[in-house]
């Protein structure tokens, strides 16, 4: 199932979005800047190892399954279109 799209006006230096155009191949651009998504969950994981890694110690599982719920209710809020945290 897809998700659902909206169409944004955003402002961006010419010469990165001539870049992001010219890479975008066939695809075409919107959906070469739909990679911002895997961005988003990778920042997002960044700041649970941070998190993490702050707290001496090893991790237990639960702390693992609780990171995990995280990051499944973080991508649950990008499709919804919202964040959640």
């Known amino acids: ?4 799209t909206g169409k944004y ?3 961006m230096p010419r010469d990165i979005a001539e870049a992001a155009r010219s890479r975008s191949g066939p695809s075409g651009l919107s959906a070469y800047v739909a990679a911002v998504a ?3 969950e990778r920042d ?7 998190v993490a890694e702050a707290e ?3 991790i ?3 702390e693992v399954q609780a990171m995990r ?3 499944h209710q973080a991508r649950q ?3 919804n279109g919202g964040t959640a945290a």
């Not at 997002?44 to 941070?50: A, D, F, G, M, W």
């Open 1 to 4: 199932m897809r998700e659902p």
């Open 9 to 11: 006006s955003i402002t």
């Open 38 to 40: 895997r961005q988003i």
């Open 44 to 50: 997002n994981l960044s700041e649970l190892i941070q």
């Open 56 to 58: 001496p110690g090893p």
């Open 60 to 62: 237990t599982d639960d």
């Open 69 to 71: 719920d995280q990051l």
């Open 77 to 79: 809020g990008q499709a």
